[in-house]
């Protein structure tokens, strides 16, 4: 894990209320319909640890950041949200049915992490990662993209 997967924990609270959840569609193809133990890895300040618990999903939400994972729990009274990483995972072999990544799998050492997500999946398991991206072919979000930067957020072609 790079330092910088860490970077945002000084503005948790405020990143947890500009960013975009995650549309219940692109969960149910994620992970589908059917209840499982989903591990939301890098989980951030607990966005799709909160769209798959509300499609029925029991979920272990693994966070490196103090500060953000304080926001997850805060969020998501009850769920489980614990300390760790990709490349750490404090989870049994074989002990979930998905792993799911929205927004940090950029953040992953790759070689290292793969490893830990193949041992915490049990051996028909599902792993997605996931992404939310700015329309800016929308004025407003093209906007928004002018006052926050676009970098890699906005849609290149229709």
Not at 53 to 60: D, I, L, W, Y
Request: net charge negative.
């Amino acid at each position: 894990m790079s330092t910088s997967a860490l970077s945002f924990g000084s503005a948790a609270r405020l990143y947890d209320s500009i960013r975009p959840t995650y549309p219940v569609r692109a969960v149910a193809w994620a992970v589908g319909a059917t209840p499982m133990r989903v591990l939301d890895l890098g989980a951030g300040t607990g966005l799709l640890a909160g769209a798959l618990r509300a499609a029925g999903h029991e979920v272990v939400a693994v966070e490196p950041d103090e500060r953000m994972r304080a926001v997850a729990a805060e969020r998501h009274p009850g769920a489980r949200v614990v300390a760790g990483s990709a490349e750490d995972i404090p989870l049994p072999d074989g002990s979930v049915d998905a792993v799911v990544v929205g927004q940090a799998h950029h953040w992953f050492t790759p070689q290292d992490a793969l490893l830990q997500i193949h041992r915490v999946l049990r051996e028909d398991g599902v792993f997605a990662a996931l992404w939310n991206i700015r329309d800016d072919r929308t004025p407003r979000v093209a906007a928004l993209s002018g006052i926050v930067g676009s970098e890699g957020h906005g849609l290149e072609s229709a």
